[in-house]
């Protein structure tokens, strides 16, 4: 079955200190892969996804991932973190058919 | 921006009580979908939509539960008898397309079965 690891329950980093949230998935076939985010109190936003072609994929506010099939993994990062980025980060996979299989999420912290 | 929304927010129900919980897709997707995420615990899938048929559903996803396009905007999603453990975060999302497809999510509807 298909499954989204991300190891990271909570990270903190300091504003304007780079970001990496790690991801690495289950799946046997070439994956579609996802990172959204989700603000308190708001829906699941898209940051980015990754179907084919070039494995480093950049997407909206900055944020970058990297598909590393060797590592199964699906890397986020952002170079240099706001304080607006504070938020919980989801990892999923579309895995077969429609749906999307999640991570658990990384709550980030950001401190000033 | 076009946007997946909800209604409503919070829904707080007795044990045993039916719910709907309803959503506006975006107006020119053709897929819809509904998860949930219990307090803790991971965005689970729940079912899909096309055609106005389910094209796939999960393990949780029984005889309790049931979904409808009544029209040419709402989306449904329907609980009979309401259980505790169905309290929830209920998310709704659409695409213009099916499988790898970009989902739009919604804000979602906290249920609160007591």
């Known amino acids: 079955a298909q499954s989204v690891t991300q190891p990271d329950i909570h990270i903190t980093v300091s504003e304007g200190a780079s970001l990496e949230l790690r991801c690495n998935y289950s799946?046997?076939?070439?994956?579609?892969l996802f990172w959204y985010v989700q603000s308190p109190g708001q829906g699941l936003q898209l940051l980015l996804k990754?179907?084919?072609?070039?494995?480093l994929v950049q997407g909206i506010k900055g944020f970058e991932a990297e598909f590393k099939r060797s590592q199964s993994s699906f890397n986020l990062r952002k170079p240099s973190v706001h304080w607006s980025d504070a938020a919980e980060y989801f990892c999923a996979v579309g895995a077969g058919g429609n749906k999307l299989v999640f991570g658990a999420g990384t709550i980030l912290r950001v401190k000033s | 921006e076009p946007e997946v929304t909800q209604t409503p927010s919070h829904q707080v129900t007795q044990m045993g009580q039916e719910v709907i919980l309803r959503c506006v897709p975006i107006s020119n997707h053709l897929y819809f979908y509904w998860y949930r995420q219990i307090l803790g615990q991971k965005v689970e899938f729940l079912v899909s939509f096309y055609n106005n048929e389910i094209s796939e559903k999960s393990e949780i996803f029984d005889d309790q539960f049931s979904v409808e396009r009544p029209d040419g905007s709402n989306f449904t999603l329907k609980i009979r008898s309401t259980k505790l453990e169905d309290s929830a975060m209920y998310f709704c999302?659409?695409?213009?397309?099916?499988?790898?497809?970009?989902?739009?999510f919604g804000p979602g509807t906290r249920l609160t079965v007591l």
């Open positions: 999302a659409s695409s213009e397309m099916g499988a790898g497809d970009t989902q739009y």
């Open positions: 799946y046997g076939a070439t994956p579609y």
């Open positions: 990754y179907f084919s072609g070039d494995t």
